[in-house]
T-cell receptor, first 113, second 114 residues
Framework: SQTIHQWPATLVQPVGSPLSLECTVEGTSNPNLYWYRQAAGRGLQLLFYSVGIGQISSEVPQNLSASRPQDRQFILSSKKLLLSDSGFYLC????????????FGPGTRLTVL | AQSVTQLGSHVSVSEGALVLLRCNYSSSVPPYLFWYVQYPNQGLQLLLKYTTGATLVKGINGFEAEFKKSETSFHLTKPSAHMSDAAEYFCAVSERGSQGNLIFGKGTKLSVKP
């Protein structure tokens, strides 16, 4: 069966510090991978998606970036965090067999102080 | 551009009462439709989806949703609320013929009173 992992689960970082969040998927191959951010009262905002290794599409211009160094690994990064980067970050995967259903990880709670 | 509207950011019901969470989409071509549930500090879990065929879709935990093309709606219902249903619910759509990305509504937080 497929599983999706995210770490860390929680993170408190000062403004201006770097960020690296990791997402890995097990039990499936060549998935589409997604990063979402959930801020209070704003629903889910799609940040990036990837259809393959090294292929990243950005949905919202901002100081975040994403990379996919391996088929089942998706990384969200920032060089300098802003207060507005605080939120709950969710990774998700989907593939042709999932019928457009996206399966979500447990999330990372990021607080920027 | 496609949009999803969930009417009511907060809905409160009594235990045993009917749950009705509203979702409307904007496209003229019916998209794929989804409902997800999120418990506090957790990821999203799929409740149900509509792709084609029967317009009344049954999901997990006793929830169901009905696709109504004429109303561009996909409202979520449950006949009798349970305390464990307290969570946030998200409606999402995926346009047919698209790459498959989901567009989410802003969510409805359901409270269940004893």
């Amino acid at each position: 069966s497929q599983t999706i992992h995210q770490w860390p689960a929680t993170l408190v970082q000062p403004v201006g510090s770097p960020l690296s969040l990791e997402c890995t998927v097990e039990g499936t191959s060549n998935p589409n991978l997604y990063w979402y951010r959930q801020a209070a009262g704003r629903g889910l905002q799609l940040l990036f998606y990837s259809v393959g290794i090294g292929q990243i599409s950005s949905e919202v211009p901002q100081n975040l970036s994403a990379s996919r160094p391996q088929d089942r690994q998706f990384i969200l990064s920032s060089k300098k965090l802003l207060l507005s980067d605080s939120g709950f970050y969710l990774c998700a995967w989907a593939n042709g067999a999932s019928g457009r259903i996206q399966f979500f990880g447990p999330g990372t709670r990021l607080t920027v102080l | 551009a496609q949009s999803v509207t969930q009417l009511g950011s907060h809905v409160s019901v009594s235990e045993g009462a009917l749950v009705l969470l509203r979702c409307n989409y904007s496209s003229s071509v019916p998209p794929y439709l989804f409902w997800y549930v999120q418990y506090p500090n957790q990821g999203l879990q799929l409740l149900l989806k509509y792709t084609t065929g029967a317009t009344l879709v049954k999901g997990i935990n006793g929830f169901e949703a009905e696709f109504k093309k004429s109303e561009t709606s996909f409202h979520l219902t449950k006949p009798s609320a349970h305390m464990s249903d307290a969570a946030e619910y998200f409606c999402a759509v995926s346009e047919r013929g698209s790459q498959g990305n989901l567009i989410f509504g802003k969510g409805t937080k359901l409270s269940v009173k004893p």
